[in-house]
């Protein structure tokens, strides 16, 4: 449902290919997202993915 919203007001090139949902993000002190934290913990995650396709 949410890829396809994605797709249907940004079009398919704005559309992830998966989604992970999580209770929080990563910040830094000044409150920006760590994106290479996120991408850390993608490699070595072992959770359940839930993917919505």
Known sequence: ????HVCKNLGPIAAPSKIKFMRALPKTRSGKIQRNQLRRKQAFDTEKVFVIE
């Open 1 to 4: 449902m949410f890829k396809y």
